[in-house]
């Protein structure tokens, strides 16, 4: 019987979903909260070196596929080595990123169809769905904005087909919250760090006196 709380965030690239993660998990252990970050793609050696295999710029000739199975392994290792065991101990597992960005991700941006990439994940995962799933809402321009500044002209990859796919990746995670409604919460990520952080830890608050 799992005892923790399994929450994760989600949305479009620089909506600053590491960066309120980051200060909430800080402040909630500071209050006493037993809180495990982690991240996906990634967080346990093998998820980390698929991970590698993924994001390599060289590996341009990935079949969209191939690249669903692999966030889905990934995904299933990382669940396994760290998050199930995290949530046995009882702890409050904050996780960036899980299943959503694969439906969103591949199954819509990358036009596999929604259906084909729950099936995959549904394997993957079994039964660990997230307790609460924060999706932080951006216009992508905003967001890719923020990460453009912040890199100082090293990734400039924006054309228009990127822009494109990131204006499905948005269109994806609003679909996913009005297909799952009770799950998704959605928060405003327009706005200044500490009022989307002080939304972002009320609802994860009110997710935790419940329980
Ligand atoms: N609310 C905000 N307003 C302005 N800049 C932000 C905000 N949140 C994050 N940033 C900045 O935008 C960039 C991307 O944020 P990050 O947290 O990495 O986004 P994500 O994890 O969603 O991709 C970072 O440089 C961060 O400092
Ligand atoms: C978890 C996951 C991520 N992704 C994408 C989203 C991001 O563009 C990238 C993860 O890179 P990362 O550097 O972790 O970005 P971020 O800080 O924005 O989360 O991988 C998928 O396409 N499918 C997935 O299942």
Redesign the pocket.
Known sequence: MVKGTFITVE?????G??TVLNIIAEELAAEGYPIVQT????GSPIAEKI?QI??DKKHTEMDPRT??LL??A??RQHLIEKIIPALEKGNIVLC???????????GF??KIGIDEVLKINRFAIENTMPDLTIYFDIEPKIGLER?QKHRQGEMNRLDLETMEFHKM?REGYLQLLDRFPDRIKKVMADRPIEEVKTEVKKLILSLLVKR
Not at 11 to 15: L, M, N
Not at 39 to 42: D, I, L, M, Q, T
Not at 96 to 106: C, G, L, M, N, P
């Open positions: 949305g479009p690239d620089g909506a979903k590491t991240r996906e793609p990634g991970r993924i994001l690249e669903a966030y889905a990934a995904r960036d990123r899980f299943i959503d960005a694969s439906i969103v991700y591949q941006a990358r990460i990746v």
